[in-house]
C-alpha cells in the first residue's frame, strides 16, 4: 500500500493562493498517473487535476483552468497543486490519489469572499 501525505491547506480570501503537497512513500514512476480530486461539503467527489508521471502530461476540470497547476518533483515523490485566484467555489477538502488504490488523508481549503 502506497502512502500519500497531503500538505499545505489552509484558509485564504478570495484571489489569493496556495500549493498544496503530496508525498508519496516510493517513486512517482511506479504509478501511470497522479492526480488531486476535492469534495466540498454535500457534494461528490471531483477530479481537480491530474498529471502522467512519464512525460508530464497533465489534464484540469474547466472550472480550475488557467488558476491552478499540477507537478511533480520525482526527486522528492512529491506532486504539487499551485492554486492561484482562488474563489469561494474552490472551498472542498484535496484529495491526492494514484488514481488505483490509495488516497491521502485530505488537506482542507477553505476560501473566504
Known amino acids: 500500500q502506497v502512502q500519500l501525505v497531503e500538505s499545505g491547506g489552509g484558509s485564504v480570501e478570495a484571489g489569493g493562493s496556495l500549493r498544496l503537497s503530496c508525498a508519496a512513500s516510493?517513486?512517482?514512476?511506479?504509478?501511470?498517473?497522479m492526480a488531486w480530486y476535492r469534495q466540498a461539503p454535500g457534494k461528490q467527489r471531483e477530479l481537480v487535476a491530474r498529471?502522467?508521471?512519464?512525460?508530464?502530461?497533465?489534464n484540469y476540470t474547466d472550472s480550475v483552468k488557467g488558476r491552478f497547476t499540477i507537478s511533480t518533483d520525482h526527486a522528492k515523490n512529491t506532486v504539487f497543486l499551485q492554486m492561484n485566484s482562488l474563489k469561494p467555489e474552490d472551498t472542498a477538502v484535496y484529495f491526492c490519489?494514484?488514481?488505483?488504490?490509495?488516497w491521502g488523508q485530505g488537506t482542507q481549503v477553505i476560501v473566504s469572499s
Open positions: 490519489t494514484d488514481e488505483m488504490r490509495s
Open positions: 516510493r517513486n512517482l514512476f511506479s504509478f501511470n498517473t
Open positions: 498529471i502522467r508521471t512519464a512525460g508530464g502530461f497533465t
